[in-house]
DNA sequence: GGAACTCCTTGACGTAGGTCAAGTTTGCGC
DNA sequence: GCGCAAACTTGACCTACGTCAAGGAGTTCC
C-alpha cells in the first residue's frame, strides 16, 4: 500500500482528486519491479500500460533504423511513461531501460480508462503533463539545432544542477556519458573533449566518472546562451 | 454558421460529441482573420485562447535569442493551435504567423474550460491530439541528429507527397526554402545545394520557386532511410 | 582481489555543412 | 508594366564535429 501510495499521491496526473479518491486509484496499481539494465518495454512490444515511476531511475530512447539509439529523456520518481502508447493503443517505437534497480506502479488500460471516465481531473492533469513534455521536447530540438555542443553541455549541466535543490554545485551524471551524448544530439568523443575543456577553464571539476562539481555557475550561464 | 461548423465538425478534438453537442460548442466560436505574413500571437503575448483552423496556412516557430528563428510546425485546415498556452495559462514562447491569408476560430479560455468540464470527450481527444505532436515532434528530433540533411530533405518531400492524396507528384512547398531550412535544421543554402543535387540526379524537378515535380519516388524513399 | 569487461579519453584526420559574399531571379506593390 | 526588395542560387572558404583507432581507468563478477 505504500507503494501505491506513494505513486497515486506524488504524482501530478493524480493531484486533482480527494485523499478518498486517490485511496480508490490505488487499488488498481500493479507494483512492478526491474533491475537496473533491464528493459521495461521494446519497441513493437504489445503494452498498452500506463506507468509511473516510483523509485529509481529509467531511460527512453528511440532506435533508428541503423540500430542508433538516442536517448529522448530519463524519468524518475513521479514520472510517467507510455501515454502514448495508451492513449493510441498503438505498439511504442521507444524503449524504456532502467538505470538503476526501479520500481513502478502499473495501470492496465482497462482499468485507467474507467477511473478516467469516473475522475474526469485526471485527463485534464495529463493534459498538463504532456504538454509540458512538449514544451520541453521543442526546447530539446531548438536547441540541437541552434546551439554548439559547448553550449548545449552547459544548458545540460545547469539543468541538473536545479534539479538537485539546495545550492550543493555537485551534480550526479544520471547516465553513462556515451548515452548523455545522444540526449545532447552529439557522441561521446565530442562530449568528452567539451567537458574536459571546461574543466581545463575551471568551469567544472570532474570528479570520478559521475560526478561533476560546478564550479562558476555564471560562466556556464554564459556559455549556454546562444552565441 | 457555416465556418464554426466547420471547426467543429471538422477537427479531432470535437470529433468525440454528438452534432446536437457540436453546435452548442459552435456558439462559442470567435472567428479570425489573419492576412498573409500577419501575426496571430508572437512570443509574450498574453493569449489564453484555443485556436483553431478554418483555413489557410500559417507556422508555428520558436525565435531563439538570438533572434534566429526555427520552424517547429505549419498548421492548416482542421489544426488545433495554442493549447499549450491554453492549458498552462503561460504566454506563448512561440509565434504563429499566417503564411497565407487564413480564418480561424477562436475559443476563449473561460468558454472551453467550461465545454471542457460539461464533456469530457473534449479532453480525451485533446489528449490524443498531444500525443500525436508529442510522437512526431521527437521523430523530427531523432531526425535530424542522426540524418544528414540529404536523407530529411527526401522524408520532407516524401511527407508532402502522401499529404497531397491522390498520386500526382507535384508537391507545392509550404513556405519560403528559408523556413523550410529551418525546420528542417539547415541553412537556405544548404538546402538549395541538396535540391539541386536531386533535380540533377533525376529524382526531382524544379518547377519555378514553389513546385516540385517529384520524379522518382522509391530514390526518394531510399535516400530518406539513414545510411 | 584479479581478470575482463565496458566506459572513457585523447589523438589524428576527413568532411558535411555552416558562413560570407556576390550574382540572379522572382514576385509584389505601385 | 516597372522597379525594388526579398528570395534564391552558386561559389569559395573554413571550422566544428564526427569517425576511426589506440591507450588508460573504473566496474563488475567470479
Not at 60 to 70: D, F, I, T, Y
Not at 96 to 114: G, I, W
Not at 146 to 166: E, F
Not at 183 to 208: D, F, K, V
Request: glycine fraction near 6%; proline fraction near 4%; charged fraction near 20%.
Amino acid at each position: 500500500m505504500a507503494k501505491g501510495d506513494l505513486c497515486v499521491t506524488r504524482v501530478p496526473i493524480f493531484q486533482g482528486l480527494t485523499h478518498q479518491q486517490q485511496l480508490h486509484v490505488a487499488e488498481f496499481i500493479r507494483p512492478l519491479s526491474v533491475r537496473r539494465g533491464e528493459p521495461v518495454y521494446t519497441p513493437g512490444d504489445s503494452v498498452s500500460r500506463l506507468l509511473v515511476v516510483h523509485s529509481g531511475q529509467l531511460k527512453v530512447s528511440h532506435l533508428a533504423a541503423n540500430g542508433q539509439e538516442q536517448v529522448l529523456r530519463t524519468v524518475t520518481e513521479g514520472d510517467v511513461v507510455g501515454e502514448r502508447a495508451f492513449l493510441s493503443g498503438h505498439r511504442p517505437n521507444d524503449l524504456l531501460l532502467a538505470l538503476e534497480d526501479s520500481q513502478m506502479c502499473v495501470f492496465n488500460h482497462a482499468d485507467l480508462s474507467n477511473l478516467i471516465r469516473d475522475y474526469p481531473e485526471i485527463s485534464q492533469q495529463m493534459l498538463q503533463t504532456l504538454s509540458d513534455r512538449l514544451a520541453s521536447v521543442e526546447r530539446q530540438l531548438v536547441a540541437i539545432t541552434s546551439s554548439d555542443v559547448t553550449a548545449r553541455v552547459a544548458a545540460y549541466l545547469l539543468d541538473l544542477t536545479s534539479a538537485g535543490r539546495g545550492r550543493i554545485p555537485t551534480v550526479r551524471l544520471p547516465m553513462a556519458k556515451k548515452e548523455i551524448a545522444t540526449y545532447l544530439g552529439t557522441t561521446p568523443e565530442t562530449l568528452s573533449r567539451r567537458l574536459a575543456e571546461l574543466s581545463a577553464s575551471g568551469t567544472i571539476q570532474l570528479q570520478g566518472r559521475r560526478d561533476v562539481l560546478v564550479l562558476d555557475l555564471d560562466a556556464l550561464e554564459r556559455l549556454a546562451m546562444p552565441q
